[in-house]
């Protein structure tokens, strides 16, 4: 990537950047400048061949860099920007690795008067116990995380080389503005240093010290760990970014007085709750970083099986969904178990944590949620993440166009792909002040109002999203807003609204609603997503000597597509035990192997099985003849091109499959339907646990790349599908 890159102060974290630029081959030539002090540590740094060369002059140690990297202490960067000042390269990239980004932005501004645009500050998370290059590690960076800050006149090819340069080093890059990055360093990082500096200062002080030390275990050694650091770098730190610290520190003492006084109060069940809820919280924390951790995925299938036993698969998705929305609006204290814990769902639960929401878990399923009622929910601090999840942001984007306060909605860069004037315009008709980009795509900006109005909207297209988005927002709307929809979709929203004790009516293919009621809470059993059951549905009946049973699963007839679509191709599957669960029909599936043959599917079926299309054409392409799917234009704008990506993979292991605009046309095959070979999944959980069960009828493994997607959906996938007998790893 460069020719020479020239470190300026090689300490743990400069030595570790070269170590791990050299590893990676990512540059010829490694120099450093440092000052004359000190030389014993540059010295060392050659010795251990971590730089080249070092020099005392910067003219020298910069000439003919085409990358500078900054990784002095923040406190004398601006220092070191006035040496580099006179050679100036317009050439070269300049970056950093201060731990503060304000003050950095601010030094380059007081020495060039504004940031020069081939300057890109950056700040690794990472960090050891000892400083110094000879604590300087290769791997320092690896899977740690990389905050790059931008400014407005950044150099776009600095910015994406800069990017590129610590992705090969194997850092996980987000970009963030300025402040947002100092506001969040300084409660994740900063005040637990202080604290913990704070703390050890406390012990150490008391005479008896050598006795509490002595008996200090694991707990003192992992919550002091961070006072190791050098002193001199937190002083620095901690000037630069005080006015974030400060006013954290000042809520510290509080949240110590509050623990004093109950404690002084005999106020046990308080404290309980306090430890309790910080016990959660940092389990949430470790959840997340396990997600942030885990490394690209592949699946491995090997050819063959059948699938045998009984299962139950996770939450439905939909269901999960709504029941935090409604959950939050209602009054009083919600309980949802079979909640799905995967990622969707829980970016739907901590959007509405981050509008003030009190929800504790999911643990085993259950989450409490806390409501706020109606007009309860609180202005975002920040904008929305909803992930890869169209269905948070198309409901949200309707229950926050009829808030008072503003809000923005963004997702990861497949939904950021996914139309959403389909909701936007609706809004835009009953007064909602919505903006998407100029191509009709997230993020989304919705500035609040009280004066959205109801209107009568007829859907040009069959989608639950939109009918619910425009039900929430109508629960806000003066006047009645009326939903008609060109043929029958999921109809979780119009059940669970009734089940909160919030009249919804149906008539025929309408459903009306407006603002006039509240939401009750109620408790909701989330039965199993028979999305999810689809997989093992075509599975059992593809495999031969199968025979599998799916317990607990939501059989809504406006979900079951996929058992009606299964039957007219032969499958064998019973719907045992029916019954009716919180308003919602839940049934057992018992599916035992048969000879699936082609059909042409019926296009009403089409919506009430829009998310199981993908493993249906994996069903086709081991049935006997031609399967014809017409009037299914909406895959290509699910979390892929739907149509497309399962041509596509479906070629490549040997099956004769068209893509046409709105289906695919799929030449069925008894024996030897599959072959092996390597997919993609393309962003997309669906298609990677798609192709997982065309192993199942394949003559070679099948390799499916980037699986880490099916967290989004089913994160216990791989462990059910291989308790029935599929052979993944
Ligand atoms: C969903 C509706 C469907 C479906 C999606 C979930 C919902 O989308 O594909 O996975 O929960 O309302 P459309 O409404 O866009 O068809």
Same mark, same amino acid.
């Given at each position: 990537?460069?020719?020479?890159?020239?470190?300026?102060?090689?300490?743990?974290?400069?030595?570790?950047?070269?170590?791990?630029?050299?590893?990676?081959?990512?540059?010829?030539?490694?120099?450093?400048?440092?000052?004359?002090?000190?030389?014993?540590?540059?010295?060392?740094?050659?010795?251990?061949?971590?730089?080249?060369?070092?020099?005392?002059?910067?003219?020298?140690?910069?000439?003919?860099?085409?990358?500078? +990297?900054?990784?002095?202490?923040?406190?004398?960067?601006?220092?070191?920007?006035?040496?580099?000042?006179?050679?100036?390269?317009?050439?070269?990239?300049?970056?950093?690795?201060?731990?503060?980004?304000?003050?950095?932005?601010?030094?380059?501004?007081?020495?060039?008067?504004?940031?020069?645009?081939?300057?890109?500050?950056?700040?690794?998370?990472?960090? @050891?116990?000892?400083?110094?290059?000879?604590?300087?590690?290769?791997?320092?960076?690896?899977?740690?995380?990389?905050?790059?800050?931008?400014?407005?006149?950044?150099?776009?090819?600095?910015?994406?080389?800069?990017?590129?340069?610590?992705?090969?080093?194997?850092?996980?890059?987000?970009?963030?503005?300025?402040?947002?990055?100092?506001?969040?360093?300084?409660?994740?990082?900063?005040?637990?240093?202080?604290?913990? *500096?704070?703390?050890?200062?406390?012990?150490?002080?008391?005479?008896?010290?050598?006795?509490?030390?002595?008996?200090?275990?694991?707990?003192?050694?992992?919550?002091?760990?961070?006072?190791?650091?050098?002193?001199?770098?937190?002083?620095?730190?901690?000037?630069?970014?005080?006015?974030?610290?400060?006013?954290?520190?000042?809520?510290?003492?509080?949240?110590?007085?509050?623990?004093?006084? !109950?404690?002084?109060?005999?106020?046990?069940?308080?404290?309980?709750?306090?430890?309790?809820?910080?016990?959660?919280?940092?389990?949430? *924390?470790?959840?997340?970083?396990?997600?942030? !951790?885990?490394?690209?995925?592949?699946?491995?299938?090997?050819?063959?099986?059948?699938?045998?036993?009984?299962?139950?698969?996770?939450?439905?998705?939909?269901?999960?969904?709504?029941?935090?929305?409604?959950?939050?609006?209602?009054?009083?204290?919600?309980?949802?178990?079979?909640?799905?814990?995967?990622?969707?769902?829980?970016?739907?639960?901590?959007?509405?944590?981050?509008?003030?929401?009190?929800?504790?878990?999911?643990e085993n399923g259950k989450v409490t949620i806390h409501g706020v009622g109606k007009h309860g929910l609180k202005e975002p601090k920040e904008p929305l993440n909803l992930g890869n999840s169209g269905t948070s942001m198309r409901l949200l984007s309707g229950?926050? @166009?009829?808030?008072?306060?503003?809000?923005?909605?963004?997702?990861?860069?497949?939904?950021?792909?996914?139309?959403?004037?389909?909701?936007?315009?609706?809004?835009?008709?009953?007064?909602?002040?919505?903006?998407?980009?100029?191509?009709?795509?997230?993020?989304?900006?919705?500035?609040?109002?009280?004066?959205?109005?109801?209107?009568?909207?007829?859907?040009?297209? @069959?989608?639950?999203?939109?009918?619910?988005?425009?039900?929430?927002?109508?629960?806000?709307?003066?006047?009645?807003?009326?939903?008609?929809?060109?043929?029958?979709?999921?109809?979780?929203?119009?059940?669970?609204?009734?089940?909160?004790?919030?009249?919804?009516?149906?008539?025929?293919?309408?459903?009306?609603?407006?603002?006039?009621?509240?939401?009750?809470?109620?408790?909701?059993?989330?039965?199993?997503?028979?999305?999810?059951?689809?997989?093992?549905?075509?599975?059992?009946?593809?495999?031969?000597?199968?025979?599998?049973?799916?317990?607990?699963?939501?059989?809504?007839?406006?979900?079951?597509?996929?058992?009606?679509?299964?039957?007219?191709?032969? @499958?064998?599957?019973?719907?045992?035990?029916?019954?009716?669960?919180?308003?919602?029909?839940?049934?057992?599936?018992?599916?035992?192997?048969?000879?699936?043959?082609?059909?042409?599917?019926?296009?009403?079926?089409?919506?009430?099985?829009?998310?199981?299309?993908?493993?249906?054409?994996?069903?086709?392409?081991?049935?006997?003849?031609?399967?014809?799917?017409?009037?299914? $234009?909406?895959?290509?704008?699910?979390?892929?091109?739907? +149509?497309?990506?399962?041509?596509?993979?479906?070629?490549?292991?040997?099956?004769?499959?068209?893509?046409?605009?709105?289906?695919?046309?799929?030449?069925? $095959?008894?024996?030897?339907?599959?072959?092996?070979?390597?997919?993609?999944?393309?962003?997309?959980?669906?298609?990677?646990?798609?192709?997982?069960?065309?192993?199942?009828?394949?003559?070679?493994?099948?390799?499916?790349?980037?699986?880490?997607?099916?967290?989004?959906?089913?994160?216990?996938?791989?462990?059910?599908?291989?308790?029935?007998?599929?052979?993944?790893?």
């Amino acid at each position: 990537m460069f020719n020479k890159i020239c470190i300026i102060g090689v300490g743990l974290i400069g030595g570790s950047i070269a170590r791990a630029a050299r590893e990676q081959g990512l540059c010829h030539h490694i120099v450093a400048f440092g000052r004359k002090k000190g030389i014993e540590n540059l010295r060392t740094a050659k010795r251990l061949g971590v730089i080249d060369e070092y020099y005392f002059d910067i003219e020298r140690a910069v000439k003919n860099a085409d990358c500078v +990297i900054v990784c002095t202490p923040v406190g004398v960067i601006e220092q070191i920007f006035r040496q580099l000042k006179p050679f100036w390269n317009k050439q070269t990239i300049y970056t950093d690795a201060g731990s503060t980004k304000g003050s950095v932005i601010e030094a380059a501004r007081t020495v060039f008067s504004k940031v020069p645009n081939n300057f890109i500050p950056a700040h690794p998370i990472a960090g @050891a116990e000892n400083s110094g290059v000879e604590a300087s590690q290769v791997d320092l960076f690896k899977n740690k995380r990389l905050i790059v800050t931008p400014v407005n006149s950044s150099c776009p090819q600095a910015l994406s080389k800069v990017v590129e340069f610590w992705k090969k080093i194997g850092s996980n890059i987000s970009v963030m503005d300025v402040d947002h990055h100092d506001a969040v360093l300084a409660a994740t990082s900063h005040l637990p240093h202080v604290i913990a *500096f704070a703390l050890v200062n406390l012990l150490g002080k008391k005479d008896q010290q050598g006795d509490v030390f002595k008996y200090a275990a694991g707990g003192f050694k992992d919550f002091t760990r961070i006072a190791s650091s050098d002193p001199t770098m937190w002083l620095d730190i901690c000037n630069a970014n005080r006015k974030e610290i400060i006013p954290l520190i000042q809520q510290m003492q509080l949240e110590l007085k509050n623990i004093e006084q !109950m404690l002084d109060n005999n106020e046990n069940q308080q404290l309980l709750e306090t430890f309790t809820h910080a016990k959660k919280a940092r389990q949430r *924390f470790l959840n997340q970083f396990d997600n942030h !951790m885990s490394q690209s995925i592949t699946f491995n299938v090997q050819p063959g099986g059948s699938l045998r036993g009984e299962i139950r698969v996770p939450g439905d998705k939909s269901m999960s969904h709504r029941s935090i929305m409604l959950g939050s609006l209602a009054e009083g204290t919600t309980h949802v178990t079979g909640f799905l814990n995967a990622e969707d769902a829980l970016a739907t639960l901590q959007a509405f944590r981050a509008m003030g929401v009190e929800i504790e878990g999911p643990e085993n399923g259950k989450v409490t949620i806390h409501g706020v009622g109606k007009h309860g929910l609180k202005e975002p601090k920040e904008p929305l993440n909803l992930g890869n999840s169209g269905t948070s942001m198309r409901l949200l984007s309707g229950l926050l @166009a009829g808030q008072t306060f503003n809000s923005v909605l963004t997702g990861d860069k497949s939904l950021s792909s996914r139309p959403m004037k389909r909701v936007t315009e609706p809004l835009l008709k009953m007064g909602a002040n919505i903006e998407t980009q100029a191509d009709g795509t997230a993020p989304l900006k919705i500035t609040g109002t009280s004066s959205l109005k109801g209107i009568d909207y007829e859907m040009p297209m @069959a989608s639950a999203q939109v009918k619910s988005c425009l039900l929430l927002a109508g629960m806000y709307a003066n006047g009645e807003t009326t939903v008609k929809e060109p043929a029958p979709t999921r109809d979780h929203t119009e059940r669970m609204l009734n089940g909160f004790s919030y009249p919804v009516i149906r008539e025929g293919n309408k459903a009306r609603i407006n603002s006039e009621g509240k939401l009750l809470a109620v408790d909701i059993d989330v039965p199993s997503d028979i999305s999810s059951a689809a997989f093992f549905l075509v599975g059992a009946s593809i495999a031969p000597d199968s025979d599998i049973t799916l317990k607990h699963v939501g059989v809504n007839p406006t979900r079951t597509g996929i058992i009606e679509i299964l039957r007219l191709m032969g @499958a064998k599957i019973e719907v045992l035990n029916e019954r009716t669960v919180g308003g919602e029909p839940v049934a057992d599936l018992r599916v035992v192997s048969s000879q699936l043959k082609g059909i042409e599917i019926p296009e009403e079926l089409v919506p009430l099985a829009i998310d199981e299309f993908p493993v249906l054409f994996v069903a086709a392409a081991c049935a006997e003849g031609e399967t014809k799917l017409t009037g299914a $234009k909406e895959l290509r704008v699910k979390e892929c091109d739907r +149509i497309q990506v399962m041509a596509d993979g479906l070629k490549i292991l040997g099956v004769d499959a068209q893509a046409t605009e709105d289906g695919m046309i799929i030449q069925g $095959k008894v024996v030897d339907s599959i072959s092996g070979g390597e997919v993609e999944s393309h962003d997309d959980h669906r298609i990677a646990m798609s192709f997982s069960i065309a192993g199942l009828k394949a003559t070679a493994p099948i390799t499916i790349n980037d699986c880490e997607n099916v967290n989004t959906s089913f994160p216990e996938f791989r462990e059910l599908a291989m308790k029935l007998g599929l052979k993944l790893k």
